[in-house]
């Protein structure tokens, strides 16, 4: 059975990092690409973060502007997410997919198959 389980979230004051882990189960991390999306309180879902199979390549939203890393340990079948420097408009529920086609895109999100439940980001003084 295909899990995927986020963890990690909390409340941070502005300019804090979090670390986010989206912990996989049921699958061979190494053949599938995970991405990270968001969304928050009335808006769109949109992603935020993805890592293809095999070469680990990456993809970002533009508008991150370089302070989140994703990243993947094959061996605890987990999918990273550091996300630094956070602002308040980075409050969302996140979420960690995986993606049916070894390449990933954040922008394709109807490319992703299994979902978890989410973790919550709250980034407020």
């Known amino acids: 059975q295909v899990r995927l389980v986020e963890s990690g979230g909390g409340l941070v004051q502005p300019g804090g990092s979090l670390r986010l882990a989206c912990t996989t189960t049921g699958f061979t991390l190494h053949n599938y690409g995970v991405g990270w999306f968001r969304q928050a309180p009335g808006k769109q879902r949109e992603g935020v973060a993805c890592v293809s199979a095999r070469d680990d390549s990456t993809d970002y939203a533009d508008s991150l502007q370089g302070r989140f890393t994703i990243s993947r340990d094959k061996a605890k079948n987990t999918v990273y997410l550091q996300m630094n420097n956070l602002k308040p408009e980075d409050t969302a529920l996140y979420f960690c997919?995986?993606?049916?086609?070894?390449?990933?895109?954040?922008?394709?999100?109807?490319?992703?198959?299994?979902w978890g439940r989410g973790t919550q980001v709250t980034v407020s003084s």
């Open positions: 997919a995986r993606g049916f086609y070894a390449k990933c895109g954040v922008q394709r999100e109807n490319e992703f198959d299994y």
